[in-house]
């Protein structure tokens, strides 16, 4: 079955919330790495987030960002005191000898960069996690044949993230907004929201970017290509995203309600015109 057009529906999965957050508190979270959100799509956004009303527009650039000057080496790190989120991949690439140094540099750190740069790859979970109960879920329950990335996303109280895409490639030339490329290789992305931090996600769909949509469920298939962001968080918020590919049954697990399908000949918006909006 083909899941390329389909930008969101919930799981109808449950999952043990407290055994999930301890063991992201105990084990995962002392391995995240702080991160931001690029300056360019901070400004480029500030206007929509005034449609949305996601933050009080005094608020939404003291979020700590980065500027990238050149390639993702040059990453200068803005830091006003208030992180975004922090996160870490519990899957690393299996590299080769001959992949661009970039690549080398990043197969263990994860992040969207690397795995726009990477689809159909082999990804292995990193040694020392293999017990965790979390991962016998995603493995046992996820209706996916393969699994890619497992990326774990928490944010602090206080803290919220600006409205972005992460279509970014860890080449400046290389984009996946526009093309919907993961999902169109054959690749779902499903979030397990282990706690929401008080708040839902914000999105919306291209070709209507001025009506935020909110997504909450425990799990639920999102695409990440489609703008989106979180506002201020009350708790603390403890997400993780799986990417892989879908077996057919995928669908059998769908809240058939909730379902966004777009259609075969929907048009995502363009590379050059993904933070361009008539608002």
């Known amino acids: 079955m083909n899941f390329s057009n389909i930008a969101y529906a919930k799981l109808d999965l449950s999952f043990d919330r407290e055994q999930f957050i301890q063991e992201f508190d105990n084990r995962i979270m002392a391995q995240s790495t702080p991160m931001g959100t690029g ?10 987030n005034s449609v949305w009303e996601m933050i009080p527009d ?4 003291t979020a700590d960002s980065w500027e990238q000057p050149g390639d993702i080496t040059t990453l200068r790190h803005i830091i006003r005191g208030r992180p975004v989120w922090q996160m870490f991949q519990l899957m690393a690439l299996e590299v080769q000898e001959d ?4 690549v080398l540099k990043f197969a263990q750190h994860g992040g969207a960069p690397i795995r726009n740069e990477t689809i159909g790859r082999d990804f292995k979970l990193k040694p020392g996690f293999e017990d965790l109960e979390i991962v016998k879920w ?3 329950v996820l209706p996916l044949d393969k699994v890619s990335f497992i990326h774990c996303v928490s944010m602090q109280p206080n803290c919220f993230s600006t ?14 907004a526009g093309v919907n490329r993961l999902y169109n290789a054959g690749y779902v992305i499903i979030n397990i929201n282990i706690t929401d931090g008080g708040v839902p996600l914000y999105w919306s769909l291209d070709h209507d970017v001025k009506t935020p949509l909110k997504a909450n469920s425990d799990v639920y298939l999102t695409n990440d290509y ?3 962001g979180v506002p201020i968080c009350t708790s ?9 590919i879908p077996k057919p049954e995928l669908w059998d697990s769908f809240d058939k309600s909730s379902v966004i399908d777009l259609g075969k ?3 995502f918006s363009s590379i050059e015109n993904q933070y361009r909006f008539n608002l």
């Open 39 to 48: 300056m360019f799509s901070v400004k480029a956004t500030k206007k929509l």
């Open 58 to 61: 005094s608020e939404y650039e």
């Open 99 to 102: 992949d661009d140094p970039l």
């Open 138 to 140: 995603i493995n046992n």
């Open 163 to 176: 409205i972005h895409r992460d279509g970014k490639g860890l080449f400046n030339k290389v984009s996946s």
């Open 226 to 228: 489609f703008l989106h």
């Open 236 to 244: 603390m918020r403890r997400q993780i995203r799986v990417t892989g």
């Open 265 to 267: 000949e929907y048009q």
